[in-house]
């Protein structure tokens, strides 16, 4: 039976791999019909190691955040993608993504690259997509390939 896909959540942080996992999930809402849920999760324990709490860091990250938010749903309808939402949630990624996200919004599939920008958090605690694919509740496709489906070379 071909399993068809009706609410994507595409989580991205900005890294080269949430990109590459973002047009891949564009390109599955596309043949799926399906809505594309674009989210990105502002993590709150940086704000936490800061010796004095400063309002101007988590507001600019905000307002950065709602702004790549808008340009992924714009490429996105471009693309032909005619349902997109955009979620800008707070706290854990891995955590939101699971417990939160994927089934506040419905979500029976969510695409995200292998790796992202927190490579400190990777060390020491795992990887977001580890998680992900261990603790969501709904399928997960992990992104290791372009559009071509040729592996990424990453720089050492």
Request: aromatic share 8%; with cysteine; proline share 2%.
């Given at each position: 039976?071909?399993?068809?896909?009706?609410?994507?959540?595409?989580?991205?942080?900005?890294?080269?791999?949430?990109?590459?996992?973002?047009?891949?999930?564009?390109?599955?809402?596309?043949?799926?019909?399906?809505?594309?849920?674009?989210?990105?999760?502002?993590?709150?324990?940086?704000?936490?190691?800061?010796?004095?709490?400063?309002?101007?860091?988590?507001?600019?990250?905000?307002?950065?955040?709602?702004v790549m938010?808008?340009?992924?749903?714009?490429?996105?309808?471009?693309?032909?993608?005619?349902?997109?939402?955009?979620?800008?949630?707070?706290?854990?990624?891995k955590y939101?993504?699971?417990?939160?996200?994927?089934?506040?919004?419905?979500?029976?599939?969510?695409?995200?690259?292998?790796?992202?920008?927190?490579?400190?958090?990777?060390?020491?605690?795992?990887?977001?997509?580890?998680?992900?694919?261990?603790?969501?509740?709904?399928?997960?496709?992990?992104?290791?390939?372009?559009?071509?489906?040729?592996?990424?070379?990453?720089?050492?």
């Amino acid at each position: 039976m071909y399993q068809e896909y009706s609410r994507i959540l595409a989580p991205i942080d900005g890294s080269d791999e949430s990109k590459l996992a973002f047009k891949k999930a564009v390109a599955v809402a596309g043949r799926n019909n399906a809505t594309l849920i674009v989210a990105h999760i502002v993590d709150t324990a940086a704000f936490q190691t800061t010796n004095v709490y400063n309002e101007v860091i988590p507001e600019a990250i905000t307002t950065r955040a709602k702004v790549m938010l808008d340009e992924y749903k714009e490429a996105a309808h471009k693309a032909g993608i005619e349902h997109v939402e955009t979620v800008l949630d707070y706290g854990s990624a891995k955590y939101q993504l699971c417990h939160s996200l994927a089934g506040d919004y419905k979500a029976d599939l969510i695409m995200l690259g292998a790796t992202g920008l927190n490579t400190v958090e990777r060390l020491f605690i795992g990887s977001v997509s580890e998680y992900v694919i261990r603790n969501a509740p709904c399928d997960v496709l992990v992104v290791r390939t372009d559009l071509d489906n040729t592996q990424i070379k990453h720089s050492k």
